[in-house]
């Protein structure tokens, strides 16, 4: 996800996140008791309807998209669609204040807000703007978090491309991220006693949002992939947190080359030895070539080849969404790594309703109608995008891997990873 900060007044951000809350009605996870037999996927309408304005990045459908695109492809089984719910404001209180959780849900409702409101909440910006659905939506987002961590109480594999919003804080929005339905994962995972998680980041900008409540916490291993420079401009490569912070702000042209060396060479042996009880991969589109947000240049195996190294890793998945403003690279990412996860083969050519699907979508930017690239409407892997390993991607890693602990003092994780459903 991406934005531009915006002056306003003093704000206050909770260093540390409020006790998760364990009521039913507030929690929409805490009854979800049945056990996957295979990957599920979290989907919602409200991503058909709404949008952050004609002229925002986030105009582009992109959830509804990869829902269609599954469907036309016969990849969703009966059984493994789950609607979202939408998080109830109580239950949102396990991460944000509650004061700023009211003044969303009034802002909505008055599609409007008041100078102080906007300076004191950054609600009402250009980033983060006045729409219809402006809380009910991030709301479902946080819901589809809350439903995840139930799903994989006792071990799966869910997909749930809503949730990504890794700029949210406590206390205001952020980055286009009115809520941050990541730290809700985290926290709903903690209430169900699954304490020992990594959080992997590839979308092209750091996620400061969930690096502000778990950065200092030795039981959540953070891993960034960014790039540098980018906003927000924090993930340096000095930060380490409480020991367990490993950011990698990356320059632009980043390829497919380097980014597998990052993978191969400091990402699986760091999960590895930190031996999580769960993995959350938040796998933003933002860094693929196409893309406006970034100057990163890798393709969708690049994304692919990281999910399957991970997977193994934890007993419990939870893949999900984030930047991404190109609506043809967001959806074949999204719907292909769907496919990854049931072990599906990779149509070399997509089916006449799947390419339907893709053709009828459309991208004005700057004013101008952006037609598909060749390949986009018919395929969902991207040609492979290798280039040469340089200097500054080969010292950076090696700064990290001389962190790399021997052991890790994690439980004894039984169990193998899930499989393809």
């Not at 719907?335 to 149509?347: F, I, S, V």
Request: glycine share 10%; charged share 20%.
């Amino acid at each position: 996800m991406a934005g531009s900060p915006r002056p306003g007044g003093r704000v206050r951000s909770r260093s540390r996140p409020r006790s998760p809350a364990r009521s039913k009605r507030s929690w929409p996870g805490a009854d979800e008791r049945r056990v996957s037999t295979g990957p599920v996927f979290i989907g919602a309408e409200i991503y058909r309807a709404s949008s952050f304005g004609a002229h925002h990045p986030l105009a582009v459908p992109r959830v509804s998209t990869v829902m269609d695109l599954a469907r036309a492809l016969g990849w969703l089984a009966p059984g493994q669609y789950r609607t979202s719910p939408r998080a109830r404001p109580e239950g949102l209180g396990i991460w944000h204040d509650p004061d700023y959780v009211a003044a969303l849900m009034r802002a909505e409702q008055a599609q409007a807000v008041e100078v102080w409101t906007r300076e004191r909440y950054r609600i009402g910006t250009s980033d983060n703007p006045i729409f219809p659905e402006m809380f009910r939506r991030p709301a479902t987002g946080c819901g589809a978090a809350m439903l995840a961590a139930g799903l994989l109480r006792r071990g799966g594999v869910v997909h749930a491309p809503g949730c990504g919003t890794h700029h949210g804080l406590p206390d205001r929005a952020n980055g286009f991220c009115f809520l941050n339905d990541l730290a809700i994962a985290i926290l709903s995972l903690r209430a169900l006693g699954i304490r020992r998680i990594a959080y992997l980041d590839i979308d092209a900008h750091h996620p400061d949002g969930v690096e502000h409540g778990f950065g200092r916490d030795p039981e959540i291993l953070m891993v960034s992939v960014h790039q540098a420079g980018r906003w927000p401009r924090t993930g340096l490569a000095g930060d380490r947190g409480a020991g367990n912070v490993y950011n990698l702000p990356v320059p632009a042209g980043l390829n497919d080359s380097e980014f597998a060396h990052i993978r191969d060479a400091l990402v699986r042996p760091l999960v590895a030895a930190f031996r999580p009880e769960a993995v959350i991969l938040q796998c933003g589109a933002d860094a693929l070539a196409e893309d406006p947000m970034s100057r990163l240049m890798l393709s969708n195996n690049a994304h692919a080849d990281f999910l399957h190294a991970v997977r193994p890793l934890a007993p419990r998945l939870l893949l999900t969404g984030g930047g991404g403003y190109n609506p043809w690279s967001v959806a074949r990412l999204w719907t292909r790594l769907w496919g990854e996860l049931n072990g599906l083969p990779m149509p070399t050519r997509l089916p006449p309703a799947a390419r339907q699907v893709l053709r009828d979508l459309s991208w004005t930017r700057a004013g101008r109608a952006r037609p598909p690239a060749p390949g986009w409407t018919d395929t969902l892997a991207d040609p492979p995008r290798p280039g040469p390993l340089r200097r500054e991607i080969r010292e950076l890693v090696a700064m990290h891997r001389a962190r790399l602990p021997q052991a890790s003092p994690g439980p004894n994780v039984a169990g193998k990873a899930p499989g393809p459903g």
